[in-house]
Nanobody, 122 residues
Framework: QVQLTESGGGLVQAGGSLRLSCAAS????????MGWFRQAPGKERDFVAHTTWDDGSTYYADSVKGRFTISRDNAKNTVYLQMNSLKPEDTAVYYCASGGRASSYYGDYNYWGQGTQVTVSS
């Protein structure tokens, strides 16, 4: 069974926008902390953003701050990543993840989606 499923990836030109969605198979997989990570071929899995249930607080990697926005809609069991002003260096597979701690470390998350490819052309 799949707990988290990402969608919304695709091919866009530099400067364009995409909104990624992460849908949970059941509401219990939308936990206190929801995060987005990305991984390009030959590179480490990098933190992108996370948000917490308690107060809706958000935290972003320096590389995306001011361009990306994470949000969640618990009624829809869904977390989003709005990506604006996309750059070629944003090209990666994007993963959403569910966990307890507010963390930028991938190992602190319990459940993961299968990933969605984002490709930004120059």
């Amino acid at each position: 069974q799949v707990q988290l499923t990402e969608s919304g990836g695709g091919l866009v030109q530099a400067g364009g926008s995409l909104r990624l969605s992460c849908a949970a198979s059941r509401r219990t997989f939308i936990t206190r902390t929801m995060g987005w990570f990305r991984q390009a071929p030959g590179k480490e899995r990098d933190f992108v953003a996370h948000t917490t249930w308690d107060d809706g607080s958000t935290y972003y990697a320096d590389s995306v701050k001011g361009r990306f926005t994470i949000s969640r809609d618990n009624a829809k069991n869904t977390v989003y990543l709005q990506m604006n002003s996309l750059k070629p260096e944003d090209t990666a597979v994007y993963y959403c993840a569910s966990g307890g701690r507010a963390s930028s470390y991938y190992g602190d998350y319990n459940y993961w989606g299968q990933g969605t490819q984002v490709t930004v052309s120059s």
